[in-house]
T-cell receptor, first 114, second 111 residues
Framework: NAGVTQTPKFQVLKTGQSMTLQCAQD?????MYWYRQDPGMGLRLIYY???????DKGEVPNGYNVSRLNKREFSLRLESAAPSQTSVYFC?????????????FGDGTRLSIL | QKEVEQNSGPLSVPEGAIASLNCTYS??????FFWYRQYSGKSPELIMS????GDKEDGRFTAQLNKASQYVSLLIRDSQPSDSATYLC???????????FGAGTRLAVHP
C-alpha cells in the first residue's frame, strides 16, 4: 500500500543547477499538490493540479515549474536552484476537489542548495 | 492574505492529561478544517477533519469548531508520550481544494 511516493528522499544541489522532483500516487486520485515546508512557516502550496491535464499556481510558485505527466504522476522542476529553495518538499494527493476531501502526503524530499 | 494562526508551543503536558491545541483562521467563508500530526522528520498525517459547528470525536481525539469565532481546536484525552509531535491546523479556502496551513503547535507529553 504505497500511497504517495516521492523521489529522491534527499538531494544536495549547487546554486544554478536544475533538478526534477518526482511524485506518484497509486490511489487513483484526481488532484495532486506540491508544498514546501520551512521552519516556523508551515506548509506552503507551490503548485497544484486539480485534474489530469491542468495545473495552477499556488502561494509560492516563483522559481518552479510542474508537469502533470498522467493521472498518477506530478513532477516539480527547479530550473536554476537558489539557496532560498532549500526546504523540505511534500507532494500530496486527494480524491477530487471538494470541501471534504483530505489530502494525503508523501514522505518528502529534503533538498539543500549550496 | 488568508491566514491560519497557531501557538508554536511547545505545549508540555503530563502523561494522562488532556492536551488542548488551538487554531484561528481569517477567512470567514472557510468550510473545511483538518488536523494533521507530524512527527519530527516525517510527513503530515491526517488525524481529524471537521466541517460543522460543534464537536466531533474519534477515539481519544475531539475536534471542536466555532465558525462564528473562527476558531477550531483539537483535544487529546489521556495523552501519551507517543502523541508528542507537531500538530498542524489546515483550513480549506477558495474554490479549489487548497489548504492553508498553520505553522503548527509542538506538543510534548512527558511521563
Amino acid at each position: 500500500n504505497a500511497g504517495v511516493t516521492q523521489t529522491p528522499k534527499f538531494q544536495v544541489l549547487k546554486t544554478g543547477q536544475s533538478m526534477t522532483l518526482q511524485c506518484a500516487q497509486d490511489m487513483n486520485h484526481n488532484s495532486m499538490y506540491w508544498y514546501r515546508q520551512d521552519p516556523g512557516m508551515g506548509l506552503r502550496l507551490i503548485y497544484y493540479s486539480a485534474s489530469e491535464g491542468t495545473t495552477d499556481k499556488g502561494e509560492v510558485p516563483n522559481g518552479y515549474n510542474v508537469s502533470r505527466l498522467n493521472k498518477r504522476e506530478f513532477s516539480l522542476r527547479l530550473e536554476s536552484a537558489a539557496p532560498s529553495q532549500t526546504s523540505v518538499y511534500f507532494c500530496a494527493s486527494s480524491e477530487r476537489e471538494g470541501d471534504n476531501q483530505p489530502q494525503h502526503f508523501g514522505d518528502g524530499t529534503r533538498l539543500s542548495i549550496l | 492574505q488568508k491566514e491560519v494562526e497557531q501557538n508554536s508551543g511547545p505545549l508540555s503536558v503530563p502523561e494522562g492529561a488532556i492536551a488542548s491545541l488551538n487554531c484561528t483562521y481569517s477567512d470567514r467563508v472557510s468550510q473545511s478544517f483538518f488536523w494533521y500530526r507530524q512527527y519530527s522528520g516525517k510527513s503530515p498525517e491526517l488525524i481529524m477533519s471537521i466541517y460543522s459547528n460543534g464537536d466531533k470525536e474519534d477515539g481519544r481525539f475531539t475536534a471542536q469548531l466555532n465558525k462564528a469565532s473562527q476558531y477550531v481546536s483539537l483535544l487529546i484525552r489521556d495523552s501519551q508520550p507517543s502523541d508528542s509531535a507537531t500538530y498542524l491546523c489546515a483550513v480549506k479556502t477558495g474554490g479549489y481544494n487548497k489548504l492553508i496551513f498553520g505553522a503548527g503547535t509542538r506538543l510534548a507529553v512527558h511521563p
